[in-house]
Structures are given as C-alpha cells and as structure tokens.
C-alpha cells in the first residue's frame, strides 16, 4: 500500500501478486505488479455546526449552545494521513463529516457539564478554547485536525440568560446613574478646577511676559553695552589700524629716505674713490716725490737744530743754574726777612696786624676805583642839594673808602681805629 496526495484528495494504492508476471527485454529483467484497488479520500476543509441541546451546566441550569468548527484531514503528515485512511477509507465526506461532528459535539456537551452559566456566557474565549483543546486532542488520532472553533450562540427555555440580562441591566443603568451624577460633580470640579487654573494660568502668563519684558530690557542692555562696546572697540581698532599705517608708511618712507642716501652714499664713495685716484694721479704721487726729497732735507735740517739745540740746552743750563743760585740766594733773603717779619708779628702783635693791613689799603682803594677809570660816560642824578659834578664823583669815592675800615672789621675782625688808639703790646 502506499499513498499520492494532491490538493484536495488522497489516492490510496493497494496491490497484490502471488507470481508477479516477468518480462526480459534487451537482456533487462521487469517485475510487473498486479494493481487490485485504487480508493481516494477527501482532504477538503469541513466545516461542521455543533449542536448541544437542553445540557445540563455544573448548577443544574440547562441551556442550548451552538458552535462552528472548521476540521479537516491532515494530508501533509503522513501518520496522520495513514491514521485518517484506517479510520476512514471507502467512506463519503458526509459520513466524515458525521462522526467528526459527533466527537465534537460530546465534548462540548462535557465541557458545558463542568462550567456555570455565567463562566459560559461571560467567558466565551475561554469556553471556545477548552472544547477546542480537548476535541483536538482527541480527533487527531482519526487524523483529523480542528482548524478553529468558534462559540455561535446561547439560548435557554426557561429565561434564565434573559434574568441574568435583566440584572445586569439593571445593574449597568444604576452603574450609569452613579457614573452620570459623578460625572457631573467631577465636571463641576473639574469646571471649577479649570477656571482656578485659568486664572493662575492667566497671572502666571502676566508674570511670565513681565519677566520675558525684563529679560529682553536685560538682554538688550546688556546687548547694547557689547554692542557700543564693540563699537568703540571697532573705532579704536580703526584708528589704531590708520596710525599703524601711517607709521607704516612712514617706516617706508623712511627706507626709501634710507635707500636713497645709501645710494646717494654709493655715489659719493664712487666719486671718491675716482677723485683719490685721480689725486693719487695727479698729485699724490708727485706729492709723495716731493715729501721724501723734503724728508731728506728735514733730516738734515734736524740734525743741524739738534746740534744746535744741544748746544743752546746747554748754555740754558748753565743759565739756569747761575739763575737757580740767584734765586736761592733772593729766597733765603725774603725768608730771613719773613722770619723777622714773623718775630716782629709775634712782638708787636696788632701793630704788626695794623701795619700790614695799612699795607694793602691803598692796594684796595685802587681796586674800587678802579672800574671809574675806565668808565667812558657818568651820569649823576641829584635832589638838588650837595656838590655837583665832579666834586660829586670824588665825594661818591671818598664816602665809599670811608666805609672800608667797617669792611674790613667784619671780614678780619680788626678795627683799625680801636688799635690807632691802644697802646703797643709786646709778646
């Protein structure tokens, strides 16, 4: 036996031979089977419409539930299609149909048994799954597998899910009721709410464009101050920039200035150097002819003063000692002269003070009137009382002298005409 599947149908082949026939051909040996029975099997979906009437649930309530499943035999797995043509080879798709309906509709009617009607009713998906868990497990060994299972409907006679209705009516338009006066008192709260908010929205959006009006007076302050700040920056920069061009134009100048003397300098070193070389020429050497024969008549010349001037040293020598002699005996002269002068002093004391200084009036006086010698022009001035002219001048003189004998006290410290009057002291 063995099996073909197409999409919608499976062909079961079967055959038995107790001498199959053989066959040589071209020297190749053929078995040839014997083919006793080909029988197909349906693998269209199935959907089935399960039925449980008047079940008695887990409390005693009976109800009716109606449920649509989609079932089919598994043609890609070869256990289950061999499980499926065990079970169900030379039967028609209804009579499949039949008995998958069947083992579905007991385990529906078990799992109704075991559940309330408030866990059925409310809890459908969990309802639909259990029958479809336990079902499955079940129709798969006949090869047949649940495809979906859906809850279609739940009725009673007896008004039992219709009560339940009621209540839960009930219970949804008290639910309502309470929801709706809630409503109403947190709208009323919430409106209440809302306008406090509004309000302190309101003076929080007052404050807030208070403290943005603030911050841009702030800001634009601030902005103005770098913006002037920038500004004198940029004149400051700008003059700075004209006086470091001009400076720069200057320095250039100055090069250029630098330059041109230089070259200017070229030139005349140039020029020198031609005119040394024309002097060097022209006269220099000529000149250097003339130096060495003067040099030589220098020589000569030198040596005739150099005798001279020894000969001239020596006469002022023995000229100078003869001097020298003189002199020594004229200095030991005035020296013994001192040395008297100098007892005469110490014995006569003031007198001798006196003396010298009586000495050098007349020296002093000269001295004073000096600068009346020499003057080309005199003007007098007078009150109109007095001598006039020249007796003016010589009374001018005279009144200066007789105002020397005080000069010369505070200077020495010596009045003469005290000592004119004291007697002579001795050492």
Avoid: W
Avoid at 107 to 124: L, N, S
């Amino acid at each position: 036996m063995f099996f073909t599947c197409g999409p919608n149908e499976a062909m079961v082949v079967s055959g038995f031979c107790r001498s199959p026939p053989v066959m040589v051909a071209g020297g190749r040996v053929f078995v040839l089977p014997c083919i006793q029975q080909i029988q197909r099997i349906s693998l269209n979906t199935l959907t089935l419409n399960v039925k449980s009437e008047k079940v008695y649930t887990r409390h005693g309530v009976p109800i009716s539930v109606t449920g649509i499943a989609q079932v089919k035999i598994q043609g890609q797995n070869k256990e289950m299609l061999a499980a499926a043509c065990q079970m169900f080879l030379g039967k028609t798709e209804a009579e499949i149909a039949h008995i998958a309906l069947e083992t579905l509709e007991g385990h529906q009617r078990a799992i109704m048994a075991h559940m309330t009607v408030e866990e059925i009713y409310k809890d459908r998906q969990k309802f639909s799954e259990q029958v479809f868990k336990v079902a499955s497990s079940d129709l798969v060994n006949m090869g047949i597998s649940v495809v979906s299972y859906t809850l279609k409907d739940i009725h009673d006679d007896q008004d039992y899910l219709h009560s339940l209705g009621k209540a839960r009516t009930a219970q949804v338009q008290k639910d309502a009721r309470i929801g709706e006066a809630e409503a109403k008192r947190d709208a009323g709260i919430r409106e209440a709410k809302a306008k406090q908010e509004k309000v302190s929205a309101q003076y929080l959006s007052e404050i807030e464009m208070a403290k943005a009006q603030r911050d841009y007076e702030l800001k634009k302050a601030a902005y103005d101050i770098e913006v002037n700040t920038r500004r004198a920056q940029a004149d400051l920069a700008y003059q700075l920039q004209v006086a470091k061009t001009k400076q720069q134009i200057e320095e250039q100048r100055v090069q250029v200035q630098v330059v041109e003397r230089a070259q200017q300098v070229a030139v005349q070193e140039q020029e020198i150097a031609r005119r040394e070389k024309e002097l060097e020429a022209r006269v220099r050497k000529p000149a250097e002819a003339e130096r060495y024969k003067l040099e030589r008549l220098a020589e000569a010349e030198k040596s005739q003063l150099i005798m001279q001037a020894e000969a001239e040293a020596e006469s002022v020598r023995m000229r100078g000692e003869a001097e020298a002699f003189a002199i020594g005996a004229r200095a030991r002269a005035e020296a013994e002269q001192m040395a008297k002068k100098a007892e005469a002093f110490q014995l006569y004391q003031e007198a001798a003070q006196l003396d010298m200084l009586l000495e050098k009036l007349p020296q002093v006086a000269e001295e004073i009137s000096g600068p009346l010698t020499s003057a080309k022009k005199i003007t007098l001035v007078s009150s109109g009382g007095g001598a006039m002219g020249a007796a003016k001048v010589t009374g001018e003189v005279l009144d200066i002298l007789s105002h020397l004998p005080e000069s010369v006290e505070r200077l020495t410290g010596i009045s003469i005409s005290q000592v004119n009057h004291k007697p002579l002291r001795t050492a």
